[in-house]
């Protein structure tokens, strides 16, 4: 690793550790959809008028509604009739995991498209933690699809430090080095900051531990299975990596070498463009 890159990541953790990053807040629509899963009385009809007060959001929600993942047996056209196909859950999650989506922007043509790369390998992850999260029964394809949706979220700010430091940014493997060797911790502020759930919060940092025994199969174990398929499917294999072994899948009581569980995982990976 560069010396530059140690030092730009000395600077981001002392300004982690200082709270002087900026650290995104989350936008107003994913606060006001938080409180609306809160309510236990709310009527779909009034999470709908709160989902619908975001153009882009509503677009993107009625889009992942008709996706293959939630196959649903006629086109669904306004947001109303797509909450009300999810359920007031599974509508705040997922769309509280698009809100993030709208976050990965960028000024510079370079940064842009390392972001849309990040998100892409977010919804292919969230889409087989969302098949993955049926095999067992207290976890649920709501939480499973936001957990892949936020896996990569620490990358964000460091992207957006990048913007402001060429020097990084023209070099893109100290970049890489540094995004990999710190998402996992600005990721967990991040989501902390936020006030996720601890289920949540805990996967930036957990996921590439694989090593990890959970007491009870959790959506870290989802986001790391899926992860590690997404990594395969693409071609880009962890090196060194026993897949068998990890004691996520026997968390999850998963049979790798099933070819059904293959297909299906890898049908999941398209599920939410």
Known sequence: MSSMADEVQRDLIKAIDRDALFLPTLPEVAMKIRLAAEDSEITIAALSKVIGSDTALSARLIKVVNSPLLRPNFEVSDVLTAVRRLGVNYSCNLAIGLVVE???????????????????????????SSVLSLKRAH???????????????????????????????????????????????????????????????????????????????????????????????????????????????????????????????NEAMTLLY
């Open 102 to 128: 709208q976050m990965f922007h960028a000024k510079s043509g370079v940064v842009e498209s390392k972001m849309r790369d990040i998100w892409k390998l977010s919804l292919q992850v969230a889409g087989v």
């Open 139 to 265: 976890l649920k394809a709501d939480k499973a699809t936001l957990a892949g949706l936020i896996h990569l979220i620490g990358v964000l700010p460091i992207l957006t430090y990048a913007e402001d430091n060429f020097e990084l940014l023209a070099d893109a493997v100290s970049l890489n080095h540094v995004i990999e060797r710190i998402h996992p911790i600005i990721g967990e502020r991040l989501l902390r900051s936020w006030d996720f759930p601890e289920a949540l919060a805990i996967v930036p940092r957990q996921f590439q531990n694989f090593t990890r025994v959970s007491t009870q199969a959790d959506y870290v174990d989802l986001v790391q299975v899926a992860t590690v398929h997404v990594h395969e499917a693409t071609g880009r294999p962890y090196p060194n990596l026993d897949v068998l072994g990890m004691p996520a899948v026997s968390q999850l009581g998963l049979n790798m070498a099933d070819g059904a569980l293959i297909n299906q995982m």
